[in-house]
């Protein structure tokens, strides 16, 4: 699967931050996240910042291995007294932004870096946040009461990310809910209604006795989840539920449920 190439992701990286900067502009960071309830806009933006400034010391550093999170500087936000000043975590997340596209970018696409997954690269790490924050943002907008957007190729890939990640974690933790996704004969369709000429935003999932295989592509399908590109990425993540209005579902809705309710990497 083509992906949207590593110079695209290092400039994403910043980008989001800064999407995410606009829209914390005059929100009560204190509101609960509806899409994380166990986390205040806040923190659910300490998270951000500090998954961008971890990866980004991985990368740096080349590491081998993991690194924990206090061995990472300013992996939290500001501190002390600044720690709950809007101004204050606005210049952090704008620090972070910098740093990580600024890190992966001279690094490049093949430096080896440990990671969680199969790909041990910083190319791994700047697809990775590029979608974490993507998606994230979303849950942001969503606490702060306001519309959200994302272009339609990165919407699409973060489907294609997700979709990778849930195989994943299917094929290398038999613990993990994603080990249910089998049985052959079943297979789900994903239709994005409003996708520009080109990028072909549908997809098969196909299910099978040892797991699920994915592919761009039309096809008729036990359910089909249908509507807008940034509406299909949002129920897809679990972000909207299906009955928004905003998709619609085609077929056995139970097989849809099923997915979503599995559907993980760790």
Request: glycine share 8%; hydrophobic share 40%; net charge negative.
């Amino acid at each position: 699967m083509t992906t949207l190439g590593h110079e695209r992701y290092c400039d994403e990286v910043a980008r989001q931050l800064d999407l995410l900067r606009t829209t914390l502009t005059g929100a009560d960071l204190s509101v609960t996240v509806p899409t994380c309830p166990d986390w205040t806009l806040a923190e659910l933006v300490r998270h951000m910042g500090g998954a961008v400034r971890w990866s980004e010391r991985l990368v740096a550093t080349r590491a081998e291995q993991d690194i924990p999170e206090e061995d990472i500087p300013e992996c939290e936000g500001p501190e002390g007294p600044e720690r709950d000043d809007p101004a204050a975590l606005d210049a952090w997340l704008a620090r972070t932004a910098e740093l990580g596209a600024t890190t992966f970018r001279t690094a490049g696409a093949d430096a080896a870096v440990w990671s969680w997954a199969d790909d041990r690269s910083a190319a791994f790490w700047a697809r990775r946040m590029t979608h974490e924050l993507a998606v994230h943002r979303a849950d942001a907008a969503i606490a702060a009461g306001i519309a959200y957007e994302v272009e339609p190729d990165v919407a699409a890939d973060a489907i294609d990310e997700w979709l990778d990640l849930v195989a994943h974690a299917q094929r290398t933790d038999p613990e993990d809910s994603a080990s249910e996704l089998r049985g052959a004969g079943r297979s789900i369709h994903l239709h994005a209604t409003d996708a520009p000429a080109g990028l072909d935003a549908e997809w098969l999932i196909e299910f099978g006795d040892d797991g699920f295989t994915w592919r761009r592509g039309h096809a008729k399908a036990t359910v089909a989840l249908r509507g807008p590109l940034t509406e299909v990425l949002l129920a897809f993540y679990r972000r909207r539920p299906l009955d928004s209005g905003y998709v619609e579902v085609l077929g056995e809705r139970e097989l849809l449920d099923f997915w979503l309710e599995r559907a993980s990497f760790g």
